[in-house]
């Protein structure tokens, strides 16, 4: 069954709340990292324990016949999966490796540009100067929040730069393929299989059947809260807001709120300082934000009515 969402301003607080859930994901991490877990093994960690916990609330949310879909929808989902949550991790993973957390974190962020690009052309929103100049102050924000105005000597490197762009870029369809995906099924059973098939992929990536990973009990019950909290209940908040909004290219520019509130947990948890250009950097991606959610402006028709734009 399709969502049948009606529009309005409600779509944006899903979105926001789902950014706000996401600024967590460093906590996760480390705490992963501290149970000793790899990159690889974090990534199919979180889709694995999201797709076996979001099962049953799927079916009792969307009902179990819901679950039963075409091919070409199984297609979309697998493609999704594969793109916006298996390689994307895969790529993000390695970009922090090779640049490190701050340049790697400001190489995804540009992933609203790529989306901007993709919904002037795929859904011909219109290109205006205030859909670009919140994408400008979004970037300069998050850049600015995740270096507080210094990059880390040495840390840029032509493979670590297009590997972070390329996380970026996967990050980017997120809102395309829901876009597209919610028109065609329900927006709890396209998360649920877009789970599966990025977990199926990072399995086979990891390979622990040749002994490459252990799954011990601390291990698994961060990977069960990572799933639960930043996860499942993010992505379904995430794909509830774009089955109500116009516009896709809004999305990852309001989910940036997450750089926002993963600096916030760093100062609060782990003692980071972000000094006046880090502060600044969050104002600026507040006010983009802020931008993007701005009202079109009315223009005067030819007639002397006030028309919309």
Same mark, same amino acid.
């Given at each position: ?37 790899? @990159?690889?093994?974090?990534? #199919?960690?979180?889709? !694995?324990?999201?797709?076996?916990? &979001?099962? =049953? ?18 297609? #979309? ?10 390689? #994307?991790?895969?790529? &993000?993973?390695? !970009? ?15 992933? =609203? ?9 795929? #859904? ?18 998050? !850049? ?26 996967? &990050?980017?369809?997120? =809102? ?57 209940? !993010? ?12 516009? @896709? ?20 948890? &782990?003692?980071?300082?972000?000094? @006046? ?17 701005? @009202?079109? =402006? ?12």
């Amino acid at each position: 069954m399709k969502d049948r969402e009606r529009k309005g301003p409600g779509g944006y607080l899903f979105i926001l709340a789902a950014g706000i859930l996401w600024g967590f994901i460093g906590l996760f991490v480390k705490q992963l990292e501290a149970s000793g877990s790899t @990159p690889e093994t974090t990534a #199919f960690l979180r889709m !694995a324990c999201a797709f076996i916990l &979001y099962l =049953p609330l799927c079916a009792a949310g969307a009902g179990p016949g819901s679950l039963r879909i075409g091919w070409k929808e199984l297609l #979309f989902c697998a493609a999704q999966g594969l793109v916006c949550y298996g390689l #994307f991790n895969m790529l &993000y993973s390695r !970009a922090v490796t090779m640049v490190g957390v701050s340049v790697g974190a400001v190489l995804l962020y540009t992933a =609203p540009v790529f989306t901007l690009f993709f919904s002037v052309l795929l #859904f011909r929103e219109p290109l205006t100067a205030r859909k670009l100049l919140a994408v400008a102050l979004n970037i300069l924000g998050c !850049a600015l929040t995740a270096t507080g105005g210094r990059l880390e000597p040495g840390a840029l490197s032509a493979a670590g730069i297009l590997t972070g762009i390329g996380a970026g870029l996967c &990050y980017s369809l997120t =809102p395309v393929f829901g876009h597209f995906g919610t028109k065609r099924m329900d927006s709890r059973v396209m998360t649920l299989y877009s789970f599966f098939f990025a977990a199926l992929f990072l399995l086979l990536r990891l390979r622990p059947w040749n002994g490459g990973a252990a799954f011990g009990g601390k291990l698994l019950l961060w990977g069960a809260l990572f799933a639960l909290i930043p996860t499942v209940l !993010a992505y379904v908040l995430y794909y509830r807001g774009l089955s109500r909004i116009p516009e @896709p290219s809004r999305a990852p520019v309001i989910a940036s709120v997450e750089t926002v509130v993963a600096a916030a947990v760093g100062m609060a948890l &782990y003692h980071d300082r972000l000094g @006046p250009w880090g502060i600044t950097g969050i104002l600026l991606v507040l006010v983009s934000i802020a931008v993007m959610n701005l @009202p079109a =402006p009315k223009k005067q028709g030819k007639t002397g009515q006030i028309t919309g734009k």
